[in-house]
């Protein structure tokens, strides 16, 4: 099973910052099969990137995916205050086996 | 505008069943995998269970083979997870997931998700 680890934990910003999350696997992910969702409070989760840096449908470009083999960042140019949430990395290149990390908090400063 | 509706929320005692529904619309259901993802209380995202579009293939987490069957009605547009000899740690929030390929496998990125439904297993 490929473990996925999330740094950091929380990452306090304020409000036009620019956000960079990290996602590291336990060993490479195949083809880069990484997704990134989003997810607030009281919410389901939303995708936002797959294949490591593809957004997904309706996902504003201040968000971007990048990173190959075993690192991976997720990065939102310039935070909006609706981007406080947590954020969690999926890999999906171990199939049938997907895991997601443990999620990094974006929250205010 | 695709949908997913869960239901079978519901408490149930440690060892007992429940079954769980999800009805799907906004999309041509028999040409896309689902999934399930679960989420215990305060915690991370967990997949649990996918089937192909056909419902010819099915895939399983560890932690659950051998006492959840997922399954699929096309005729219905619903997706469905039968959950036996439920424990503990299998609280969670359960999520109907629509899968990404377009090609009716499973790839495994999820790009709708239902809004959940709670099973909580206690005595």
């Known amino acids: 099973e490929i473990v996925l680890t999330q740094s950091p934990g929380t990452l306090s910003l304020s409000p036009g910052e620019r956000a960079t999350l990290s996602c590291r696997a336990s060993q490479s992910v195949s083809s880069s099969y990484l997704a990134w969702y989003q997810q607030k409070p009281g919410q389901a989760p939303r995708l936002l990137i797959y294949?490591?840096?593809s957004r997904a449908t309706g996902i504003p470009d201040r968000f971007s995916g990048s990173g190959s083999g075993t690192d991976f960042t997720l990065t939102i140019s310039r935070l909006e205050p609706e981007d406080f949430a947590v954020y969690y990395c999926?890999?999906?290149?171990?199939?049938?086996?997907?895991?997601f990390g443990p999620g990094t908090k974006v929250d205010i400063k | 505008e695709v949908q997913l509706l869960e239901s079978g929320e519901g408490l149930v005692q440690p060892g007992g069943s429940l079954r769980l529904s999800c009805a799907a619309s906004g999309f041509t259901f028999s040409s896309y995998a689902m999934s399930w993802v679960r989420q215990a209380p305060g915690k991370g995202l967990e997949w649990v269970s996918a089937?192909?579009?056909?419902?010819?293939?099915?895939y399983y987490a560890d932690s659950v083979k051998g006492r959840f069957t997922i399954s699929r009605d096309n005729s219905k547009n619903t997706l469905y997870l039968q959950m036996n000899s439920l424990r503990a740690e299998d609280t969670a929030v359960y999520y109907c997931v629509k899968d990404g390929s377009i090609f009716g496998v499973v790839i495994g990125y999820f790009d709708y998700w239902g809004q959940g439904t709670l099973v909580t297993v206690s005595s």
């Open positions: 294949g490591a840096s």
């Open positions: 089937i192909s579009g056909s419902g010819g293939s099915t």
């Open positions: 999926q890999q999906y290149g171990s199939s049938p086996q997907f895991t």
